[in-house]
């Protein structure tokens, strides 16, 4: 269901900030490995990394195109990300099976992950991190199985796949101290057992990931890794700011729980709720299977371990889009709490309901939690990256993009352009100062920069000034239209704008003059 109505709104979902440079990466890496190009330019910011996924997107593009499909390039690369997102559920769901043994944790664990928010929102449209909700818990699967029941294929397989999931995101390494601390915690003797294993695997891995970084080895000269450390550093180095709790912060010295709130503020409260149960039945004694306090550990350290990790990141920004993988050890304890929850009210038999009675009373009281976060999901359809919960929004205040990013990658500006297509005169200059590029993909106008009041206020041709209010990138002229002058349009969800369109004082010609009657300042 998941896939299905992804598909009927993949439409709905624009293109954003940083899709254009993926597609850029993802040709040419297809030239590299055709010999069309000999090198790779500095298109990410590693040159020749998410070689595995932008080859594999680049395939999925070129394989719609031989079937004739009607997608345009953007579409089908949405359609991909889908698949991976609808990948990335499979995946959970047979990770909290082999762990908790219990298909009903499993089949819980997959739906509360397909009614996040965020898993909603970037399963649509983003470019890189979706694929860390399949290489994360396909890797940790492959991994357990390798030393539960060792072998030649199985330890192979493991090791593969972990050099993939190196080559698709750098902080995979996470992977590592997080699998060996579940073993030393959980089972220390298999832990004592498989070391030699484990280094195997690891050093396979390395060797694979290495393989499949070619940027590293194409090049004779032996100075690449130390190239890509200058370059990683040189990306720290710009004065990138982040609104934070209402204040501009450098994206180096954002505070520690910056990636905490966006956790815990982009969750609906239903499943931050179902979250807490296992972890106070797991603290309280109550969890009677061993394999169901297992699955709650695995997503206690999941979560606990890739948060640590955020603590010594160099930068931090986007809110939880670089961090979809936390949401894989999340959904293992909703499944773990809606699973206990069903087995409590069984053995309890409330209300002198037999147990049959019981189950079912659990599966609609779990069911109810999981099915409000999806409608939350709907109402803010399709900018569920701009979620947040009621919790949040009410510590926000009114306007709550003042007080933190809800549009920072400018999905809205393909609702922005359409609308400006529809409803404004075709002489009609536009002014996009963030995300230009995105805009361009849609607009119908003359797009016209640099933004300076002199052009802006020319009255001899309508203009219009379209802008996401991500306000780390804002201009004088932006905020000094939104002081003074009345938007022509706004999308707006939850207590937050996310993108404001303003015209100019030319005269309006009397089509255009019903148009902007007839059309609502805000949706």
Known sequence: MFFALGLITLDSYGLTFDEPESTRASREAWAVLTGDQDQFSQIHAIPGYYLTLDLSREAFVRGMAMLSLDLDRVTAEHAFNLILATAGLVCTYLLAWEIGRSRRAAALAMIAMAVMPAVIAHSRNNPKDVVTLVTFPLTFLLLLRAVRKPGFLRTALAAVVLGIS??????????????????????????????????????????????????????????????????????????????????????????????????????????????????????????????????????????????????????????????????????????????????????????????????????????????????????????????????????????????????????????????????????????????AHVAEYYLDREIESPLTAEKFNDTSRPRYLMFITRRAMYQTLMRHAETRLTPAFEIKRQRGTLLRIYRNGAPLAESSRQTLRARSPST
């Open 166 to 435: 190196l080559n698709t995101r750098t902080f995979s390494v996470a992977l590592i101290p997080l699998f060996t601390l579940l073993l030393f915690i959980r089972w220390p003797v298999l832990l004592g057992q498989r070391m030699g294993q484990l280094v195997v695997i690891g050093s396979v891995a390395a060797a694979i990931a290495i393989l499949l970084w070619p940027w590293l080895w194409l090049d004779p000269s032996l100075d690449q890794i130390t190239r890509a450390g200058k370059i990683i550093a040189g990306q720290f180095e710009e004065p990138f700011q982040v609104l934070y709790l209402g204040e501009l912060q450098v994206w180096t010295e954002l505070p520690w729980h910056f990636r905490l709130f966006h956790l815990l503020a982009g969750l609906p409260l239903s499943l931050l709720l179902l979250v807490l149960v296992p972890v106070l039945a797991g603290l309280l004694g109550k969890l009677r299977r061993s394999e169901s306090r297992e699955l709650v550990l695995t997503g206690a350290l999941w979560t606990g371990v890739l948060l640590a990790g955020d603590l010594i990141a160099p930068a931090r920004y986007d809110g939880m889009r670089h961090y979809l993988m936390v949401l894989v050890g999340l959904s293992l304890l909703i499944g773990a709490g809606g699973d206990w929850l069903v087995e409590w009210l069984e053995d309890r038999q409330p209300l002198g309901l037999d147990r049959r009675g019981a189950n079912r009373t659990g599966w609609v009281l779990v069911g109810c939690l999981i099915a409000l976060a999806g409608w939350e999901c709907i109402r803010i359809h399709p900018y569920q990256s701009a979620y947040l919960n009621q919790i949040a929004s009410a510590f926000g205040g009114e306007q709550i993009d003042e007080w933190v990013e809800v549009e920072y990658w400018g999905h809205a500006l393909k609702e922005g352009s359409e609308w400006i297509n529809e409803h404004t005169e075709p002489n009609a200059v536009v002014f996009v100062p963030i995300a």
